[in-house]
């Protein structure tokens, strides 16, 4: 099956830096790849996704780059705010696959004044 | 909005008891999981359902079981509750019809302990 690491597993930065984080995938198979954001004592929520006929997407402040050959993909948030702290997930399934996603291991993001 | 709601925010039951915890979404949804949160671990696919009276084991079944006797409803079902599933528990659901809406929509989640 497939299996999604994640990196950093914490990540500190001052507002208004870059802020970076990282996943790999097993299955070649794999060509949808959504990120969640988890604010404390609240439910995971869709921010961004990506799929495998697309290198980068943007929505604002947030990016998210895939390369298919290395299997990576990457979010990239920028000109970070304090909302912005988070535990952030990555995520790979398959078209077709009925939403059934395989998570990373979550990266617990601090925006820091 | 999609609503995806679980029953009980909190749960405290004890070793050997059998514990349900319960979901229900309003889309009409035809997808729900069931996933296990742990620090350090991410979240890890317990059970899920494409269809009503059907179910898939996902990565770590073992201890659970579940049941989808109508669409809008999954129910997780421990046996008998163990302290090593301590844990939270977040139900999701998605209709992923037409293979365009990937979407997962959670719900709050259970926070169990298990003493």
């Known amino acids: 099956g497939e299996n999604v690491e994640q990196h950093p597993s914490t990540l500190s930065v001052q507002e208004g830096d870059s802020a970076v984080i990282k996943c790999t995938y097993s299955d070649s198979a794999s060509n949808y790849f959504p990120w969640y954001k988890q604010e404390l004592g609240k439910r995971p929520q869709l921010i961004i996704d990506?799929?495998?006929?697309?290198g980068e997407k943007k929505d604002q402040r947030i990016a998210v780059t895939l390369n298919k050959t290395a299997k990576h993909f990457s979010l990239h948030i920028t000109e970070t705010q304090p909302e912005d702290s988070a535990v952030y997930f990555c995520?790979?399934?398959?078209?077709?696959?009925?939403?059934?996603?395989?998570f990373g291991t979550g990266t617990q993001l601090k925006v820091e004044l | 909005d999609v609503k995806v709601t679980q029953s009980s925010r909190y749960l405290v039951k004890r070793t050997g008891e059998k514990v349900f915890l319960e979901c229900v979404q309003d889309m009409d949804h035809e997808n729900m999981f069931w996933y296990r949160q742990d620090p350090g671990l991410g979240l890890r696919l317990i059970y899920f359902?494409?269809?009503?009276?059907?179910?898939e084991k996902g990565d770590i079944p073992e201890g659970y079981s579940v049941s989808r006797e109508k669409k809008e409803r999954f129910s997780l079902i421990l046996e008998s509750a163990s302290t090593n599933q301590t844990s939270m528990y977040l139900c999701?659901?998605?209709?992923?019809?037409?293979?365009?809406?990937?979407?997962?929509?959670f719900g709050s989640g259970t926070q169990l302990s298990v003493l």
């Open positions: 999701a659901s998605g209709d992923s019809a037409g293979t365009i809406n990937e979407k997962l929509f």
């Open positions: 359902s494409y269809d009503v009276k059907m179910k």
């Open positions: 990506i799929r495998s006929n697309v």
């Open positions: 995520a790979a399934s398959f078209t077709g696959g009925g939403n059934k996603l395989t």
